[in-house]
């Protein structure tokens, strides 16, 4: 049921920000002790062969769930394109435009990520004008994510009880 999803999804993007906070301590402080590269960016290769071995390893086959949603009946009136599935053009009108919710949702979640890229590209290069040191901008970096992901904590929580609109 919905009680317990909040919390759910509060520590998955809890234990995203948080290893995006660690890493860029990481980073910063192996960037500091050795220079950038290449060393900081061996964390990147580390992740990715993590990544590669998990998916080929430990994560299923989707396909019985896709079979399972393509013989589930339609969707709602007016979200389908000619074969029977929402086409893009569709999807982006409703969500942007046609439906108040998800424009609102939509436009909270681009704001949000546009605030998180300028965060990573621009900050740490005005840190760097500033005369900080590798080290202070990695740990300035980190500690962004890392209290981003706290709170989700308290926020995945606080959408079980008040809904998710009212913190959008």
Do not use: C
């Not at 080929?56 to 599935?85: I, K, S, W, Y």
């Not at 605030?115 to 970096?141: C, E, H, M, Y």
């Amino acid at each position: 049921g919905p009680r317990g999803r909040g919390l759910a999804m509060g520590l998955n993007e809890a234990a995203g920000y948080m290893t995006v906070g660690a890493t860029a301590l990481a980073t910063g402080y192996l960037a500091a002790a050795y220079g950038l590269r290449p060393v900081p960016e061996l964390i990147g290769v580390i992740y990715a062969v993590a990544g590669l071995v998990l998916s080929v390893a430990v994560v299923r086959d989707t396909a019985a769930h896709v079979a399972a949603e393509a013989a589930a009946p339609p969707g709602p009136a007016g979200l389908l394109g000619a074969a029977g599935t929402p086409s893009f053009g569709i999807i982006f009108m409703n969500t942007s435009w046609r439906n108040r919710s998800l424009r609102g949702a939509s436009q909270a979640g681009l704001v949000n990520n546009l605030n998180d890229g300028l965060t990573w590209g621009v900050f740490p290069l005005l840190f760097a004008s500033r005369g900080l040191g590798l080290a202070a901008i990695g740990l300035i970096k980190g500690v962004y994510p890392l209290l981003w992901g706290a709170g989700q904590l308290l926020t995945g929580r606080l959408s079980d009880t008040l809904g998710r609109k009212p913190l959008i």
